[in-house]
């Protein structure tokens, strides 16, 4: 079976950075596309960012600038390095994979999600 597993998140100060890492394990055939969503106590969960298996990007309004998506194909990894982290960026970030598994056709996946907290 098809697990994503997160890790990377904790508490830092505005203006500090964290590494957020995805990795997803199981019988894996292709994947298409891999984005980290973030949700925010009483709101809803919103898109970060995304890449597909190309490398192409996207992200929120909210995050250019100071985000970056990265992966490495060969390991089934996405990445998202946060820098100048604003209290705003308080959230669970969760890891979302458009995946299609050996045997089987394409669906979508998410992780358990971590915790990141900025806060003075």
């Known amino acids: 079976q098809v697990q994503l597993v997160e890790s990377g998140g904790g508490l830092v100060q505005p203006g500090g950075s964290l590494r957020l890492s995805c990795a997803a394990t199981?019988?894996?055939?292709?994947?298409?596309?891999m984005r980290w969503f973030r949700q925010a106590p009483g709101k809803q969960r919103d898109l970060v960012a995304a890449i597909t298996q190309g490398g192409a990007t996207n992200y929120a309004d909210s995050v250019k600038g100071r985000f970056t998506i990265s992966g490495d194909n060969a390991k089934n990894t996405v990445y998202l390095h946060m820098n100048s982290l604003k209290p705003e960026d308080t959230a669970v970030y969760y890891c979302?994979?458009?995946?299609?598994?050996?045997?089987?056709?394409?669906?979508?996946?998410w992780g358990q999600g971590t915790q990141v907290t900025v806060s003075s």
């Open positions: 199981g019988s894996i055939a292709n994947i298409y596309n």
């Open positions: 979302q994979a458009d995946l299609r598994t050996i045997g089987a056709s394409r669906r979508g996946y």
